[in-house]
């Protein structure tokens, strides 16, 4: 999906080392895979519209007017757009078609927004950027380039779907994981790393390779389930977390701090607690999963359904020592 010229401007020389990875990745997603292939008539699909203005300051990202369009683009559009549920970061708002996401991923970012470091003229890696929402706002700042890295075959397609119209031309997307990435040491300014570090088996080997290709004097910004309490320890569910298979490690502040240290990261701030409620993910008519409500006891709202403390989230930054 996204080309040489591209990937030459925005990542230099270690284009040339991505560029057979994601052609073998591109191979797979257009060959044998099924769903690669049906997301790629999708974005063929997608009516050739101009948008008359855009806006990524709004809470919900914005993509041109509903005087755009006629009622027929209208009608290719929202049936493109349907085929690529579920929407789980936004909002967004497509030539007036609403799109209503799992998570209002607005409160997030404006939990963080004022805290993080500039990133006018930096280089980022946004980690599980999903459908590139965080993308779009920190686009707004003009960076230098920003690199999102999503494996999950729906929200690489929302991307280039979005990306469409937006053609934020400092932007690209690569459909890897982290492990697939060439080692960029001390490459980037900013690493955005959300709602990723639970997920993994090893989370300090996670922290470790975020350090290696973050300058020195580079900020993390972590976004993480933890546990709440003063003692220095994590959580490690037995089978699920909130329905989830694969929530290996929650800790506490303390524990998270203890884990940074040791992976070489300074000035350690924690800048937000959060509960996650109802407000902010919630099923919608563009989510055909489960969401939070199903996720936690019935009785007890402030445990999840297997008895865990239920969801509660922490944003922290951290400097590349």
Known sequence: MENNIL????????AEMIQPILEKKQAEIFGGNIKGRKYRKTLEALPEIKPSSIDVLSDRVRIGRKEDITPEEKNNLLHCLRQLNPWRKG????FGIDIDTEWRSDMKWNRLKDHIAPLAHKRILDIGSSNGYYMF???SQQPECVIGIEPYLTFYF?????????QFDRLCCLPLKIEEMPVMKEWFDTVFCMGILYHRRSPLDMLLRIRSCLKTGGELVLETLILEGDADLALVPENRYAKMNNVYFIPTVPCLR?????TGFHHIRCIDITR?????????EWVDTESLEDFLDDRDPNKTVEGY????RAIILADAK
């Open 7 to 14: 990937l030459n401007r925005l990542l230099g020389d270690y």
């Open 91 to 94: 909002p967004f708002q497509l």
């Open 137 to 139: 706002k920190m686009a």
């Open 158 to 166: 929302q991307y280039h779907a979005l990306q469409t119209y937006l």
């Open 258 to 262: 203890t884990w940074l240290v040791r």
């Open 276 to 284: 996650t409620t109802s407000e902010e993910q919630h099923r919608t």
């Open 309 to 312: 403390p239920s969801p509660v």
